[in-house]
C-alpha cells in the first residue's frame, strides 16, 4: 500500500491565484481530513469527509473548499490565495476516526 | 470545548537518558488520546494511543504514555533516548462516545533535542 499520498510537495503561488491540492489513499478509509500546520500552532483541522460525497468545516475552513466524488480521493481548492495561506498542509485518513489517523508526507505552500 | 497543552515546547536531552514529554487535556467528556511523531520534513507518525482499558500504553520505538484521568493528563516516557528521536512530538485528545467523525485536536508540540 502507497497509504496517504500529497502533491505537490512543494508550490509558490502569487496572491489571488488559484490551485488544488491532491490527496489520494489507498486503504479503503472512509474518513479523510485535510490540516494545517503553522509555527507554534500546531496542527489545525480545515475540512474532512466521513465518505464520498459528505465533508463538512473544521476550525479553519474559510478560503478553502473540498469535495469527495470518491473514496480514495480528496483534493482541497484554494480559491484565491492569500499570504496567511502559506503553511504546510497534511491530508490524513482513518477507518474510524478514533484508531488514529494516517498522515500523507505533506505539501509546503507559500503565498507571495 | 476540548484542548490540550504541551507546556514545553522544546526538550533537550541526552543521548541514554530518559524523558518524558507532558500532556494535559480539558475536556469534561470521556476522550481518546493520542501521540504523534514528526521527523524533519515528514508527515505525522502515530506512536500510540489510549482507547479503554489499562492506563499504562506502549507504543513504538520503545515509547510509553500513562493516562491520569484524575490529573487529565497523558505523558509520553521514554527510559533512554537515541539521536534518532529527535523529532517533534504531538499529543492530541478526540472526543469518546461519539458516532461518525471524531475531529482531532492537537497539541503545539514539543521539540525532543537528544544529544551525544
Known amino acids: 500500500n502507497a497509504g496517504v499520498t500529497q502533491t505537490p510537495k512543494f508550490q509558490v503561488l502569487k496572491t489571488g491565484q488559484s490551485m488544488t491540492l491532491q490527496c489520494a489513499q489507498d486503504?479503503?478509509?472512509?474518513?479523510m481530513s485535510w490540516y494545517r500546520q503553522d509555527p507554534g500552532m500546531g496542527l489545525r483541522l480545515i475540512h474532512y469527509?466521513?465518505?464520498?460525497?459528505?465533508?463538512d468545516q473544521g476550525e479553519v475552513p474559510n478560503g478553502y473548499n473540498v469535495s469527495r466524488s470518491t473514496t480514495e480521493d480528496f483534493p482541497l481548492r484554494l480559491l484565491s490565495a492569500a499570504p496567511s495561506q502559506t503553511s504546510v498542509y497534511f491530508c490524513?485518513?482513518?477507518?474510524?476516526?478514533?484508531?488514529?489517523?494516517?498522515f500523507g508526507p505533506g505539501t509546503r505552500l507559500t503565498v507571495t | 470545548a476540548q484542548s490540550v497543552t504541551q507546556l514545553d515546547s522544546q526538550v533537550p536531552v541526552f543521548e541514554e537518558a530518559p524523558v518524558e514529554l507532558r500532556c494535559n487535556y480539558s475536556?469534561?467528556?470521556?476522550?481518546?488520546l493520542f501521540w504523534y511523531v514528526q521527523y524533519p520534513n515528514q508527515g505525522l507518525q502515530l506512536l500510540l494511543k489510549?482507547?479503554?482499558?489499562?492506563?499504562l500504553v506502549k507504543g513504538i520505538n520503545g515509547f510509553e504514555a500513562e493516562f491520569n484521568k484524575s490529573q487529565t493528563s497523558f505523558h509520553l516516557r521514554k527510559p533512554s533516548v537515541h539521536i534518532r528521536d529527535t523529532a517533534e512530538y504531538f499529543c492530541?485528545?478526540?472526543?469518546?462516545?461519539?458516532?461518525?467523525?471524531?475531529?482531532?485536536?492537537f497539541g503545539t508540540g514539543t521539540r525532543l533535542l537528544v544529544s551525544p
Open positions: 469527509s466521513v465518505g464520498a460525497g459528505i465533508t
Open positions: 489510549y482507547l479503554s482499558g489499562s492506563t
Open positions: 475536556s469534561s467528556v470521556s476522550v481518546y
Open positions: 492530541a485528545v478526540t472526543f469518546r462516545g461519539h458516532t461518525g467523525f471524531q475531529k482531532l485536536v
Open positions: 490524513a485518513s482513518s477507518y474510524a476516526g478514533m484508531e488514529g489517523e494516517y
Open positions: 486503504m479503503n478509509h472512509e474518513y
